[in-house]
């Protein structure tokens, strides 16, 4: 799980300059045995492990490079409630009762992250001052509205409101958006701080957290599971694989559902006025199909996340890669210097829904589609209480899951890469 992080600059990356000390943990060696063996150290792994063990669970969780050094801990940090698939989208492919009762549970996400970080006193800039989606097209608007009267009156969610274009560039300071819809309860954080947050929970309720312990097999037996690294396995009744993107060849079911998708962000030097870019402190996306997405960090510097690349190589230059991006938005910062750049690697599904789910001995969630910040400690979470048999959340998601990308593996990802090059050419052409 390790090889499709290198050259995505992590060490780098402003979160890792302004992370909390952590203390890099051994790696597996030998044999061991516990009740529950989690893949992945990100925050569905962790959140996962730490609901276990709290539930008196033996746990053992396997990072194969760093704890939060994969998606958890390299994105936008942006808290958006919901799911990537609107209320809208969800009511035309679901119906209005099986929808609501998907969004409610998604919005427990919110809950699940802020109830931690209150729990555990962890200090990760938690901002919940709302999420801005700005209208980059007037015809957005129209969508947005359909959203808000969809949200209010099927889904009983009553937070959001429409910005006309002199309040939406009021409250973000961008010659590009025409309109907005506001959520309140939206807000960001440092996705870094937050997971290591999470590790230490994981710490001090007894789980056995191995760094540098990439998991090579995989394999069910009478017993429950087996995992083997390099230098040792783990023998449990059940197994959580939490590794997103960097998950591979674990599970076949698994991998043919998500497809990686990088991204890449910079950071400016702290700004005189941070307040006249974003006036309220919101986390800030746009309409596009590939996303602009930004905001203001604690010590007031705007964190800039724009462009995507659909092959696994990333850019030379990740600075003058997103600063296009970032000039396209706030011409004002042409200027500017950009002092931090790093990318991340994130999983997407063909429906855009999360793919969560069970095959016995072995559970998953993935593909959060680029709104794992919250949604990932929730999947952590649904999957801890499935094994406590309470399944019927979990099950609620597995009944929607993605359809594997269509291609097999040696077609897939080319497929995959012509499709989001036609949407990000119409995006480019408005």
Same mark, same amino acid.
């Given at each position: 799980?390790?090889?499709?992080?290198?050259?995505?600059?992590?060490?780098?990356?402003?979160?890792?300059?302004?992370?909390?000390?952590?203390?890099?943990?051994?790696?597996?060696?030998?044999?061991?045995?516990?009740?529950?063996?989690?893949?992945?150290?990100?925050?569905?792994? @962790?959140?996962? #492990?730490?609901?276990?063990?709290?539930?008196?669970?033996?746990?053992?969780?396997?990072?194969?490079?760093?704890?939060?050094?994969?998606?958890?801990?390299?994105?936008?940090?942006?808290?958006?409630?919901?799911?990537?698939?609107?209320?809208?989208?969800?009511?035309?492919?679901?119906?209005?009762?099986?929808?609501?009762? @998907?969004?409610?549970?998604?919005?427990?996400?919110?809950?699940?992250?802020?109830? @931690?970080?209150?729990?555990?006193?962890?200090?990760?800039?938690?901002?919940?001052?709302?999420?801005?989606?700005?209208?980059?097209?007037?015809?957005?608007?129209?969508?947005?509205?359909?959203?808000?009267?969809? @949200?209010?009156?099927?889904?009983?969610?009553?937070?959001?409101?429409?910005?006309?274009? #002199?309040? #939406?560039?009021?409250?973000? #300071?961008?010659?590009?958006?025409?309109?907005?819809?506001?959520?309140?309860?939206?807000?960001?954080?440092?996705?870094?701080?937050?997971?290591?947050?999470?590790?230490?929970?994981?710490?001090?309720?007894?789980?056995?957290?191995?760094?540098?312990?990439?998991?090579?097999?995989?394999?069910?037996?009478?017993?429950?599971?087996?995992?083997?690294?390099?230098?040792?396995?783990?023998?449990?009744?059940?197994?959580?694989?939490?590794?997103?993107?960097?998950?591979?060849?674990?599970?076949?079911?698994?991998?043919?559902?998500?497809?990686?998708?990088?991204?890449?962000?910079?950071?400016?030097?702290?700004?005189?006025?941070?307040?006249?870019?974003?006036?309220?402190?919101?986390?800030?996306?746009?309409?596009?199909?590939?996303?602009?997405?930004?905001?203001?960090?604690?010590?007031?510097?705007?964190?800039?996340?724009?462009?995507?690349?659909?092959?696994?190589?990333?850019?030379?230059?990740?600075?003058?890669?997103v600063r296009p991006y970032l000039e396209r938005a706030f011409p004002q910062l042409a200027s500017v210097r950009l002092t931090h750049a790093w990318g991340g690697l994130v999983s997407v599904t063909l429906s855009r829904l999360p793919h969560i789910g069970r095959d016995g001995a072995v559970l998953y969630a993935h593909g959060y589609?680029?709104?794992?910040?919250?949604?990932?400690?929730?999947?952590?979470?649904?999957?801890?209480?499935?094994?406590?048999?309470?399944?019927?959340?979990?099950?609620?998601?597995?009944?929607?899951?993605?359809?594997?990308?269509?291609?097999?593996?040696?077609?897939?990802?080319?497929?995959?890469?012509?499709?989001?090059?036609?949407?990000?050419?119409?995006?480019?052409?408005?």
């Amino acid at each position: 799980m390790t090889a499709l992080n290198e050259g995505l600059g992590m060490a780098g990356s402003w979160y890792a300059a302004t992370a909390h000390p952590w203390v890099t943990l051994p790696a597996l060696s030998g044999d061991e045995t516990s009740d529950l063996v989690v893949v992945g150290g990100g925050c569905t792994g @962790l959140a996962a #492990a730490l609901y276990a063990a709290r539930a008196g669970r033996s746990v053992v969780l396997l990072e194969g490079g760093r704890v939060g050094w994969g998606a958890s801990g390299r994105n936008g940090g942006q808290i958006i409630p919901g799911l990537r698939k609107g209320a809208v989208e969800l009511v035309d492919m679901l119906g209005a009762d099986r929808a609501k009762v @998907l969004f409610e549970l998604s919005l427990e996400a919110r809950k699940v992250v802020t109830g @931690l970080i209150a729990e555990y006193d962890i200090k990760c800039d938690l901002a919940l001052t709302g999420h801005l989606l700005g209208a980059v097209k007037r015809g957005d608007m129209s969508a947005f509205a359909k959203e808000a009267e969809c @949200l209010d009156q099927v889904m009983g969610y009553r937070h959001v409101r429409l910005l006309d274009q #002199a309040e #939406a560039r009021a409250a973000v #300071a961008t010659p590009e958006f025409c309109g907005a819809l506001v959520d309140e309860m939206g807000g960001h954080l440092h996705p870094l701080n937050y997971t290591l947050g999470l590790a230490r929970a994981c710490l001090s309720a007894g789980v056995r957290v191995f760094e540098g312990s990439e998991v090579l097999a995989l394999e069910k037996t009478a017993q429950g599971v087996e995992v083997r690294t390099a230098q040792g396995s783990v023998r449990a009744a059940h197994v959580i694989l939490a590794g997103d993107a960097l998950l591979r060849g674990l599970s076949p079911q698994v991998n043919r559902r998500i497809m990686p998708v990088a991204n890449y962000q910079v950071v400016t030097e702290p700004l005189k006025s941070p307040e006249d870019i974003i006036s309220a402190n919101r986390a800030v996306s746009d309409s596009r199909f590939v996303v602009d997405y930004f905001r203001l960090t604690a010590d007031g510097r705007l964190l800039f996340g724009g462009g995507e690349r659909y092959t696994p190589d990333p850019p030379r230059d990740m600075t003058a890669f997103v600063r296009p991006y970032l000039e396209r938005a706030f011409p004002q910062l042409a200027s500017v210097r950009l002092t931090h750049a790093w990318g991340g690697l994130v999983s997407v599904t063909l429906s855009r829904l999360p793919h969560i789910g069970r095959d016995g001995a072995v559970l998953y969630a993935h593909g959060y589609s680029g709104q794992g910040v919250i949604l990932s400690s929730l999947a952590g979470k649904l999957m801890s209480k499935a094994l406590d048999g309470d399944a019927a959340p979990l099950e609620q998601f597995a009944a929607v899951a993605p359809p594997p990308f269509p291609g097999g593996r040696a077609l897939s990802r080319p497929l995959y890469m012509l499709g989001m090059a036609w949407y990000a050419m119409r995006d480019r052409l408005g």
